[in-house]
C-alpha cells in the first residue's frame, strides 16, 4: 500500500465486509433463538470478524479456501452469496448446500470455498491435499486453511503441515486462535508455546497478528499472499482474537471469567477499532454509518427471503450419496 | 490372453488406467520402490514421482490430501498398506470422504480408489490380519470392492479408478501370488456377481479369497454327487441380489461363506435379504459360515482355528441339504 488514498479504500472495504459478517451472524443468532428457524447449532464468530475480513481481502475468487464450523464469516468473505448462505443455515432449498449441510457444512464451491467443517482439525489434511492438486496440475492458485486454537491438539495438524512442509506446497495455515476450545480455555490443555512455534518446528515460517486489527490482518497476508504465489514454501499465521458468545448460539458461556467478554468487546471490537482507524483517517461519521446501516438491511432482507423459502423437495434426501449403488435406486 | 498373478494384475490396471488418464496418481507409504507388496514396481520409473508419490506414515493425511486433490479434479489412488491401517484414517474416510458430496449439496466428488490389502496372511497377528469389508458395506457414500482372482483384480481396479463414487478396494494379502488368465479386454460394472460354478442343488455365496476357497469346495461336493452352485459377489456395495435371489430360487439351498467374522458380518445381510425377498424358495435351513468373533493368532495353528475351509463349506452345503429331508 503506498500511497494513504489506497489504504483508505482498503480500510473502508474492509469495514464493509466485517460489518455484513456481523449483520448476518446478528440475524443469524436471531433467527436461531427469536426466531426458532435455525434448529440445529450454530457457531457465531462475533468478534472475530477482522480475521475473515482481512485474510479473503487478499485472495482471488480462483484461490481456495477451507474452514471450519465456525465459518460464516469467513464463507461470506471469500464471496458466497449472503441469501444462499441463510437459506442452508434455515435448511431451506436454495441453500448453498441444497439445505442437506447446514451451518456446519457450509461450502460454495463456485466462490473456491471447499467447505467449513463438524470435526475440528480434519480439513487440514484435506486443505494440504487441494494444495497438492495444484501442484501437480501445476496451477498458480493458493490454498488457505483456517481452523482453531483447539484444533492444533488434534493429530492432522500434525501430519497435515508436515505434508505441506515435505511437498512444499502453496498453502497458508491460520490459526484463528480465538482462545476457546468450546468450552474449555485452550491455554489450560495446550503444552508448549502455542500453535506457532508448532509449526515453527516443522520448519516453517509463522507471523503472529493481532486478529482484531483488521489493517495488520491485511497487512501480514499481503506478504504472506505474495511469497506463496512467487512459489514460496507453506507457512502459518497465528491470529489471536477472541469469541464473544458461547461455543454455540445457546452456550450462555458461563465458564468465562466474569466480565471478560464485555472487557473485550470495549478494548478489542474490531469494527470499533477499526471505524476509529477511518476516522482518524477522515472517514465521515456518515458514511460510517451508512456501511453499518447498509449490511443491517442487507441481512434483514435476507433472513425474511430464507425463512419465506420452502424446505427442500423430500426426494432430495437420498440424492448425491452415491452413483453406483445409489440409495435413489436401490430398494433397501 | 496372457497368466499374472492377482498382484501383477493390479499392477497392470493401475498402468493402464494412468496411461489413459494423466489425472490418476497414487500416493502410500514406500510407493516409490514399488509398495510393501511390489504392486507399485516399475510403476515410478514410468510415471515420475510426482504421480507415483512416496508419503510419510501419515494415515490420515495419506487419505485426507488424497481426498482434498480429488475434489480438486485429480483421481488419488491411496494405498494405505495394510487394511488394519486404514483405521488411523476413519474420519477421513467416514466423515469426509463418504460425506462430503452430500454435504455440499452434490458440489463435490471424491473420485478416489482407497487401496487396502485385507485378510489372514502368513503369520501376522490380530493388527495386520482382519477383514472389515462389512464396516465399510455400512457406509453410506461408499463402494465396496473385493476382488479374489486376478481376473477381477484388473477389470475391477481399473472400473474402481474410472468410478467417481470412492471405491474402498479391498486386494486379498494372501492370494497376491495367485495365477490367472488375464483378458485385459474384459470390463467390469459393480453390483455384478460372477458365477464361479454353475450347479443346481446348492447356491454358495461368497467373495475375495473365501471364494476361491467355495470353489474348492464344490469341486469335492461334485465327487459325492451335489452340484454346488458358486456366487462371487466380488462388490458388496452394490452387490447383485438378484444373481442371489436367482441361484437360490433354482436350487432352495443356501450357504454364505466368508473370511471375516460372522457376527453383524455381511453374510447376515445377504441371509437377511433372502429372507424377506426370497424366503418362499427355500428348502432347507441357511447356513453362514465366518470366522468365531475372536481375534487372529500369530501362531499358525492359532491362526488356522480362524479359518474358514473348503471342508467346512462343503458339509454345510450338505447339512443344508441333509436337513432339508
Redesign the interface.
Known sequence: MTSAGHNFERGRLLLQMMERIRAFEEQACLAAERDKLVLGAIHPSIGQEAVAAGIMHNLTRED?L?STHRGHGHTLAKGADSLAMMRELLGREG???????GSM?I???SVGM??A???VA?N??????????????GDKRIVVDIFGDGAVNR??FL??L??AA?FKLPILFVCEDNQYSATTRTSSMTAGEGAGARAVALGMRSTTVDGNDVEAVADSMAGITARLRAGGPPEFLHAITYRRTGHTSFDPAVYRPKGEPEIEEKKNDPIARQQAVLIAAGMTEADMRSLHADAQAEMVEVLKKAAATAFPDNSTAF???????S?AL?AF | MPSLSYKDAGLEAVRHSMQSDPDV?CVGEDLGRGGVFGQYKGLREEFGE??ISD??I?E??I????????????RPIVEMRFSDFALCAT??LV??IAK?????????RAPMVIRKPMGLWRSSAAQHSQSLESWYAHI????VACPGTPQDNYSMLKAAIA???PVVYLEHKGIWELEGEVDFSETYE??AARTRCAGTDVTIVSWSNTANIAVDAAKALADTGISAEVIDLRSL??WDKAAVLKSVEKTGHLVVAHESVAVGGFGAEIVATVAEKGGHFLKGPVRRLGAPRSLVSYAPNLEDMLRVTSKMIATAAQETLEKAD
Open positions: 481456495i477451507l441453500g448453498c448446500c441444497g439445505g442437506k449441510g457444512h461450502a460454495d464451491f471447499l467447505g467443517n463438524g470435526v480434519a487440514i489434511t484435506i486443505a494440504a491435499g487441494a494444495a497438492h492438486a495444484i501442484r501437480l496440475k493429530g492432522p501430519e497435515g508436515n505434508w515435505v440424492m448425491d450419496v452415491q452413483d453406483i449403488g440409495p436401490e | 496418481w510426482a504421480r508419503a510419510p501419515s490420515a493425511a487419505m485426507g490430501a488424497a481426498f482434498g486433490a480429488a475434489m480438486m479434479g485429480t474420519d477421513e466423515n469426509q462430503a458430496r452430500f454435504m455440499f449439496g452434490g458440489q463435490s453410506p457414500g461408499l463402494v468410478c467417481d463414487d459393480f453390483g456395495w452394490p
